[in-house]
């Protein structure tokens, strides 16, 4: 991940092309670094072709000359004047050996290793310049294929971006600028030849000076002579000449530019904790339990499933920014991890096709193929239509309108006063959202909940799932059962819990069936009405992670819809209309696209957002039966459903949506997901679980390690663990539950340090490393009893892996 240092000045330098001078303008820098007496650092990742002409070996020649030290350095060496990752084939093709090249993670690993290496050489009081050269232009192949920007996208690095001279340089040097700007790296200068013919920096200075970035143009060096000698000499010439004239364009005034972007950057980011408290009012958050500038966490930039953030470093050799794992997925948004470039050229292009239109009674592809695509993916069998809204509150406002016009119509209500009275049927726990309607569709009193707050309905209180000293255990709350305490039934296996329809004849059953008729019939007497029922399927986010028994679930909608289903159309809803919120859960997060398969009952409403655009934009979608569209026709406006936001089914939220669903699609596709519903998959032909014999048919699996989560059960500071797809829940065994308890902040509080651990019997020790291998602590959040984490559906396992031993550790350390 990023380093910064007090005492290293660092930057990447890319090219806007082969041939623009990259070696020579970087030559040019070293030395002026070295002649004002700083230690320097040059290295160079990948070089192809013969040593003599290789880019480090020129450094040497053209710097030994200088009072001060530089240090020239390349990783990965290949002979082939070629690109690299046709130099490393044919390495290969030539070699009595069997190689491979090396992957994107160990390439950035070894830079990083090194940036650190010398980092801790920089004892000289002066501060150390060290500079990463790559090779060839920015789209450049790397040695496994990828293209250099995103393979050096991890590192973060300060960049220098040489521009191109020749004749069509102005557009390859802006062109590569706008590549390294869609992926977030700063480009802290432009530097180029001044080249009297073409002229390029004429153009290039004011048309960057817009974009807040200086450009220097610097002289061209002479031109190659034939004698080796006398090129050296002349070379030589030029070097001390460049730098040691001064002046706007001199590589003089380049070193101050970017010696001063350097403390800039260590001053804004040591000022944000103190300027946030002054000026921000965060969500979710006691502002009086802040105890100072140290429990702000500062984010610099973030990749993959790590942030990179400041933290004040204990010696000037120490960066000041360290990873930090994302264990929340940023509010459960993150499907891809950060930064996906996919995601960002496609917010791109469609900000450039369209920027925002309005949408009523219009139409542009990336929403017409974005609801069509959800229309037959999660909502396939039942959905027809795609509302477009902001968010998952907003959209389940619209989904709420929805049901209760659908219900208020059937009966008539219409203009009555009782129709504005309708309550909803959901479960204790729930939680659709923060505005107004979303959560008047929960139950009252709730940490959630404000002044306006109008609860309207029954909330039943749900069996849930868990695991516990090892064991899947279903608690029954006493109500189902009519006991005087809860009742905890083992079961065989997750498999065996959510294999719903195998369950639907049992006991339990009949029990929950009884218990939600009683329910209904005494709601009935009561005179209230209902005229939805809401459900977050499998489990219920933001009240607690509370997995919930999909059994109950299950007979809950199948109640519901015997009420009147002998009255109704073939074809429309029963009873009431049965909404999903499958904001959080949906779209892969709990391992399957939706829930409706899992629980063998399909919605007539549901809601999709969060995951929807892989957590870069925020964007919903409402999905509606045919019956439930048809309310709202007739020649009339007032009946249509008269609610809309400005940027509903905005452009590019649609076309990032477009392309996450189609990432998320391929990880479904190609086996990405296969170890870890190995490790879950019941035993082959075991009958007794009813569960599917291959990994390719498990219903319930788990990115989460089964031996880890078995083994968290356990400890004595436990009370429940619970995982599905990317989601692991752990609550905490404290005096005090609930939202308001600090017990699951307080267990875990040594994840914000950074260290790392084994679980078990010790099979997984040493420190856990983000990807340039930094230890890393973890960003988590906690609901009262309850801490819980959760992983992008591409994270990579060595990274789960080392998350499993950080919480392991941490709860072993906490529990002495």
Not at 17 to 39: C, E, F, P, Q, Y
Not at 153 to 161: A, E, N, S, W
Not at 297 to 321: C, E, R, W, Y
């Amino acid at each position: 991940m990023s380093s910064l240092f007090r005492n290293l000045r660092l930057h990447q330098i890319f090219g806007a092309n082969t041939d623009v001078g990259k070696t020579i303008l970087t030559t040019a820098l070293v030395r002026a670094s070295a002649a004002r007496g700083h230690d320097v650092f040059y290295l160079k990742p990948v070089s192809t072709g013969s040593m003599s002409e290789a880019d480090d070996g020129h450094i040497q020649r053209y710097t030994a000359s200088v009072k001060s030290a530089v240090h020239t350095d390349c990783l990965y060496r290949f002979t082939e004047p070629v690109s690299p990752h046709l130099a490393v084939k044919l390495d290969q093709k030539n070699a009595s050996h069997v190689s491979t090249a090396p992957a994107d993670g160990t390439v950035v690993n070894a830079i990083a290793e090194h940036i650190r290496t010398c980092a801790s050489r920089s004892i000289s009081p002066a501060m150390a310049h060290m500079y990463v050269e790559t090779a060839g232009g920015v789209h450049s192949p790397s040695l496994s294929g990828t293209t250099q920007l995103d393979l050096y996208r991890p590192l973060f690095l300060p960049t220098i971006l040489v521009g191109d001279s020749k004749l069509g340089g102005i557009s390859s040097t802006i062109s590569s600028y706008e590549s390294l700007h869609m992926r977030g790296f700063i480009v802290d200068a432009v530097l180029l030849f001044r080249e009297d013919y073409y002229r390029n920096w004429e153009y290039l200075k004011p048309y960057f000076a817009e974009r807040g970035i200086s450009v220097f143009a610097v002289d061209k060096p002479p031109d190659v002579h034939a004698d080796p000698a006398e090129n050296f000499a002349l070379t030589n010439k030029y070097y001390e000449s460049v730098t040691s004239v001064e002046g706007a364009d001199s590589i003089s005034s380049v070193l101050d530019h970017l010696d001063a972007g350097h403390a800039t950057r260590l001053t804004e980011l040591k000022s944000m904790p103190r300027r946030a408290l002054d000026s921000i009012w965060w969500p979710f958050v006691q502002h009086d339990l802040i105890a100072g500038e140290k429990d702000v966490n500062v984010i610099d930039s973030a990749h993959g499933d790590f942030f990179s953030i400041h933290k004040p470093a204990s010696t000037p050799q120490a960066s000041t920014l360290q990873p930090q794992f994302d264990g929340s997925a940023s509010w459960w948004t993150q499907a891809l991890g950060h930064a996906h470039p996919a995601l960002a050229l496609a917010a791109a292009h469609a900000a450039g096709r369209y920027g925002h239109v309005m949408f009523p009674q219009a139409v542009h592809a990336p929403a017409l193929d974005l609801a069509e695509r959800l229309v037959r993916g999660p909502g396939a069998g039942w959905a027809q239509y795609a509302f477009f809204s902001d968010n998952g509150s907003t959209g389940m406002e619209v989904a709420l309108k929805m049901a209760l016009r659908a219900y208020a119509a059937r009966h008539g209500l219409r203009g009555d006063r009782e129709a504005r009275r309708l309550g909803v049927l959901g479960l204790k726990g729930s939680y659709h959202g923060d505005t107004l309607g979303a959560m008047d569709a929960c139950e009252d009193g709730g940490v959630y909940s404000c002044e306006w707050h109008d609860a309207r309905g029954v909330w039943l209180a749900p069996p849930t799932i868990g695991v516990r000293d090892g064991a899947v255990c279903i608690t029954v709350p006493k109500p189902i059962l009519g006991a005087e305490a809860d009742e905890v039934v083992r079961a065989d296996s997750l498999a065996r819990v959510y294999d719903v329809d195998a369950r639907l004849e049992t006991p339990l059953a009949q029990a929950y069936a009884a218990h939600i008729t009683r329910v209904l019939r005494d709601v009935e007497r009561q005179g209230t009405r209902l005229g939805a029922l809401v459900l977050e399927p499998l489990v219920m986010g933001a009240g607690g992670m509370i997995f919930v028994d999909p059994l109950f679930q299950r007979v809950l909608i199948d109640v519901v819809r015997a009420v009147d289903s002998s009255s109704s159309t073939p074809g429309s809803w029963y009873g009431m209309p049965v909404i999903f919120d499958e904001v959080f859960a949906g779209l892969y997060r709990l391992g399957v696209q939706s829930a409706a398969p899992l629980l063998g009952a399909s919605p007539d409403i549901a809601v999709y957002a969060k995951i929807l655009t892989g957590g870069l934009l925020p964007l919903s979608a409402t999905l509606a039966s045919r019956p439930i569209y048809e309310v709202f026709l007739s020649d009339s406006k007032a009946d249509a459903l008269l609610h809309g936001h400005s940027y509903s089914a905005h452009a590019v939220g649609c076309a990032v949506a477009n392309e996450a669903l189609d990432q998320i699609e391929r990880l479904a596709k190609d086996g990405k997901w296969g170890a870890a519903k190995a490790r879950w998959a019941p035993p082959a032909g075991n009958e007794a679980t009813g569960a599917a014999a291959t990994v390719e048919d498990a219903r319930v699996w788990s990115l989460w390690d089964p031996a880890f989560v078995k083994a968290l059960s356990k400890d004595s500071a436990i009370a429940e663990v619970m995982t599905l797809g990317t989601v692991l829940a752990v609550k905490v065994k404290a005096a005090e539950g609930g939202y308001v308890s600090h017990s699951a902040q307080n267990l875990m509080k040594g994840l914000a340090d950074v260290g790392g651990g084994a679980y078990e019997n010790g099979d997984r020790s040493g420190l856990s490393t983000a990807p340039g291998g930094a230890p890393f602590s973890v960003h988590f959040r906690t609901l009262g009893d309850v801490v819980y984490f959760m992983l992008s559906l591409n994270t990579e396992e060595s990274v789960i892996r080392d998350v499993e031993d950080r919480i392991w550790q941490t709860v072993q350390n906490s529990s002495r």
